[in-house]
Nanobody, 128 residues
Framework: QVQLVESGGGLVQAGGSLRLSCAAS????????LGWFRQAPGKEREFVAA????????YYADSVKGRFTISRADARNTMFLQMRSLKPEDTAVYYC?????????????????????WGQGTQVTVSS
């Protein structure tokens, strides 16, 4: 089992930056592709970004491409999401997750059904 805990959320003005962290415990996440999702009030949980096992390939939703950067530090069993140029529409609860699929294509990693381990989420609020 993998336990995931997000941190780093908060309130920020539009145009600002935040860095989210996802700390894993229970077992190493080296063998897992990892992803970030978010859920705004009244909306479904949506894909934000993902990073494959080796960290060599990253994927982003069009809405965050060029503003967010996903990375991982396997030696620390941790994943990050650097968010810049934040917009009010980025307001949501952000979740990190570990994929249980043996595949690491975009179509697989953007699908939340392919993730077997989830954190509890961290709130990000962007004021206009």
């Amino acid at each position: 089992q993998v336990q995931l805990v997000e941190s780093g959320g908060g309130l920020v003005q539009a145009g600002g930056s935040l860095r989210l962290s996802c700390a894993a415990s229970g077992r190493s996440v080296t063998s897992y592709a990892l992803g970030w999702f978010r859920q705004a009030p009244g909306k479904e949980r949506e894909f934000v970004a993902a990073i494959i096992r080796s960290g060599g390939i990253t994927y982003y939703a069009d809405s965050v491409k060029g503003r967010f950067t996903i990375s991982r530090a396997d030696a620390r069993n941790t994943m990050f999401l650097q968010m810049r140029s934040l917009k009010p529409e980025d307001t949501a609860v952000y979740y990190c997750a570990a994929s249980i699929s043996p595949y690491s294509t975009y179509s697989v990693l953007e699908n939340r059904e392919n993730y077997g381990f989830w954190g509890q989420g961290t709130q990000v609020t962007v004021s206009s």
